[in-house]
């Protein structure tokens, strides 16, 4: 067992309130429990020693390992291929149905030979609250139960178990087309022990789990050229989305670095107000209204907590739940991924002030008219008052999209989706023959349109840049012509995506901008951000470079892991970095990848 395999030799599995990351040599190192946000059952992945995993694979050391899903479904089987027998362990969780939240949590992991005969090991060492929680065990015969302030863990097994200290092993045999398996349930304290384990029980867990998947996928009406790269990537982000409110979170996972031995090691596991935002789009794109519907009304309900009420309408993220506190703090006990520390929970950045997400609340509510016929008169009128309040508020310097932690400045992107934010409130006010103050909101993006025209181009690069009175580039801007806020065969568009060419494109990856050039505030650098590559494929195709966008899209299809997942990043060397699997990236992809078959459809005159 690697201590520290890389981030992208992992699948994810989840029950749609919590996912677990299972690594190709059959570890599950990352669980937290009960909900995404929660503190961490399972985190080697983070501290080796302890952060806590769950094991089950041979112990043949010459066994080869490979990954792949079931065809359309959330199930992630793990092969172990050995002079012996080749042998597999199938993962899943149970998903959940009811929308309502809850304690318990339930991963499955079926253990089968396949052929010849396999060995396979069990070990279960649980780390509660980060590793901080002590806990006790107690052990029947095929059965554990790990006690901690809080939260209990059943285990069990189909063979038997046996003590490691206050932790588990267990050993069994199987010959070709004999099958077991272990079940790992987290609950409160005290909560009722699940069900006893039978392998045909969860034979038939495992059916029923396929036909949720397979049922809900049917939904796409996705007919372009790359379904199986679209279909993974809108399953990922169901599996991201907390289904008892419909917020999706920015990413599985928390701490893992931007750079390896760097300090970029964030806490994802929150809801941006971005991400979901043009998550909605995506959703709508392949017909997934219910998704898209159920986050435009969990924003909705962020924007009404907030009316009446002095400071900003919105913040960049929330919780889950809605919740906005996220405190950040850094958990000095754990050695951080490879050694990169510190590793935080909770975001700072939360309290930033980022314009640009009230162009993308107004952008998702504007969405589609399932969603916008929906809009009841007082979700209007919260999204009128935005709108007013916005026409007085949208001049002033931010932190910007990404986070920096350099100073606040006037970000060009803000300014755009300030621009978005008047333009979709004024279309909706006409469509829907809402009440509106027209006059004051057209104002205020005509002066938002001619302040970027003039203050945000950059007649030395001969582009869009950063932030007034700067020269830095920034692919944020490449969501320009998607917006509208520009043609996407302008002159003065096509040469910003010529100036991006040159300084921020590297083997068709593109960086989010130069920290050099723009000081963010922070030590180390990063690798290539790949969501901004999907942006930059969907630049090219509206801009008719179709050679080069369809190019760099393949070429990008060459950076996701073994079964079509990808992280927040791609460093140097084509290794994943960053948060894992990130939602913004996959949701761009989709962007991409309905942009680009549109485009080549249009040009082969379907």
Not at 278 to 302: I, K, Y
Not at 386 to 415: K, N, V
Not at 481 to 502: E, G, K, N, Q, Y
Not at 510 to 517: H, K, L, M, S
Request: aromatic fraction near 10%.
């Amino acid at each position: 067992m690697d201590r520290y395999p890389p981030i992208a030799e992992h699948g994810l599995v989840g029950d749609l309130q919590t996912a677990a990351l299972v690594s190709s040599q059959g570890v599950v190192d990352w669980l937290a429990a009960p909900r995404f946000d929660s503190p961490s059952v399972f985190a080697a992945l983070l501290d080796h020693d302890g952060g806590g995993y769950l094991r089950l694979a041979p112990e043949h050391p010459d066994a080869t390992c490979k990954q792949l899903y079931y065809p359309d479904t959330a199930i992630l089987v793990t092969r172990f291929m050995s002079p012996d027998g080749v042998g597999e362990v199938v993962d899943f969780m149970p998903p959940d149905r009811t929308r309502t939240a809850t304690d318990r949590h339930t991963l499955i992991r079926l253990v089968r030979a396949v052929r010849g005969t396999v060995d396979f090991t069990l070990e279960c060492r649980p780390r509660f609250d980060y590793g901080r929680a002590e806990h006790r065990l107690e052990l029947g015969e095929n059965t554990g139960l790990f006690r901690s302030p809080g939260m209990d863990a059943h285990l069990q097994a189909s063979f038997p178990l046996e003590r490691d200290g206050q932790d588990v092993r267990g050993r069994v045999t199987l010959r070709a087309g004999e099958s077991g398996g272990a079940v790992f349930t987290v609950c409160a304290s005290g909560g009722e022990a699940p069900a006893a384990l039978t392998v045909d029980g969860l034979t038939a867990q495992l059916d029923d789990t396929g036909l949720f998947w397979q049922n809900w996928l049917r939904q796409s009406r996705y007919r372009g050229r790359w379904p199986e790269l679209v279909h993974r990537s809108v399953i990922t982000l169901k599996l991201l989305t907390y289904a008892p409110t419909g917020a999706l979170v920015a990413a599985a996972t928390m701490g893992l670095p931007e750079q390896i031995g760097g300090e970029r090691n964030w806490d994802y596991r929150f809801t941006w107000v971005r991400d979901g935002a043009l998550s909605v789009r995506a959703m709508l794109d392949l017909g997934f209204v219910e998704e898209a519907t159920a986050f435009v009304h969990w924003l909705v309900d962020r924007l009404q907590e907030r009316e009446g009420k002095e400071g900003e309408p919105l913040q960049t993220m929330y919780r889950v739940d809605g919740n906005a506190d996220l405190p950040e703090e850094t958990l000095e006990h754990f050695e951080g991924y490879r050694g990169s520390s510190p590793v935080r929970i909770g975001n700072g950045a939360a309290d930033q002030l980022q314009l640009d997400i009230y162009g993308e609340a107004i952008y998702a509510v504007s969405q589609g008219r399932e969603i916008a016929q929906q809009n009841t008169y007082r979700g209007w009128k919260t999204t009128a008052r935005l709108l007013d309040w916005l026409a007085d508020h949208w001049d002033r310097p931010d932190e910007g999209i990404w986070e920096t932690r350099g100073g606040r400045q006037d970000f060009t992107y803000s300014r755009v989706m300030g621009w978005v934010a008047f333009d979709h409130g004024l279309s909706l006010a006409e469509d829907f023959r809402r009440p509106a103050d027209v006059v004051k909101w057209r104002s205020a993006r005509d002066a938002v349109f001619e302040q970027v025209m003039e203050r945000g181009w950059s007649e030395r690069e001969g582009a869009f840049v950063q932030h007034y009175g700067g020269d830095v580039l920034d692919a944020s801007l490449l969501l320009m012509p998607r917006v509208r806020f520009i043609a996407p065969r302008d002159p003065a568009w096509l040469s910003t995506l010529d100036a991006m060419d040159r300084k921020l494109v590297s083997d068709s990856l593109v960086y989010r901008y130069d920290p050099a050039a723009s000081p963010d505030g922070l030590r180390g650098s990063e690798g290539t951000f790949s969501l901004c590559t999907f942006l930059y494929v969907d630049a090219l195709a509206r801009a008719g470079r179709l050679s080069q966008a369809r190019y760099t899209f393949e070429k990008m299809q060459t950076y996701a892991n073994h079964v079509g997942l990808f992280a927040e990043e791609v460093g140097p060397t084509g290794e994943q970095l960053g948060n894992f699997p990130q939602a913004f990236t996959h949701l761009s992809l989709i962007m991409a990848a309905t942009t680009l078959d549109e485009a080549l459809d249009a040009e082969n005159g379907r």
